[in-house]
């Protein structure tokens, strides 16, 4: 009985994470806990912000999370992955595109320059770079998604 007891426990108890989790260890959560206790261990945990920072700075395994992560988030978490999506865009445009062209988030969230004002001194600058990003994406399957962005990012403010 105390063994069931333990397991229960342990069972409820959610996700736990170190400091700096890896992308592997996120992944691991969201098949045990699944996205909306993951995100929310996450958030809980103060591991938040840094999930979004290693998202926002664009490799391949982070912005993969991020399409992932997003049944599970809402409030602040919500609006962050866009955000930080958007940052990763001119750092590694063919990933970002090809979550854009699954469906977890669409053109006008990710390539709609979705920043809190004041958190780009220059948004002239970042859609340059951007589009030349988007610009040099080649994979014939996301050639659609790359007209929809850069048609996003030229009409967005």
Request: charged share 20%; with cysteine.
């Amino acid at each position: 009985m105390a063994t069931a007891l333990a397991l229960a426990s342990a069972a409820m108890a959610g996700p736990k994470f170190i400091a700096h989790p890896t992308p592997a260890q996120i992944d691991a959560s969201l098949a045990r806990y699944g996205a909306r206790s993951t995100v929310s261990a996450l958030f809980d945990q103060n591991r938040w912000d840094y999930v979004a920072d290693r998202i926002s700075a664009g490799s391949s395994d982070w912005v993969n999370l991020a399409g992932k992560l997003a049944p599970g988030a809402d409030a602040g978490p919500a609006e962050e992955l866009p955000i930080s999506l958007a940052f990763a865009l001119p750092r590694n445009a063919p990933a970002v595109l090809a979550l854009v062209r699954s469906g977890a988030f669409s053109a006008d969230d990710v390539c709609g320059v979705p920043f809190i004002e004041g958190t780009i001194r220059d948004i002239g600058a970042y859609k340059r770079r951007a589009a030349a990003a988007i610009r040099r994406v080649s994979d014939p399957a996301l050639a659609a998604t790359v007209r929809t962005c850069l048609a996003t990012l030229a009409k967005s403010p």
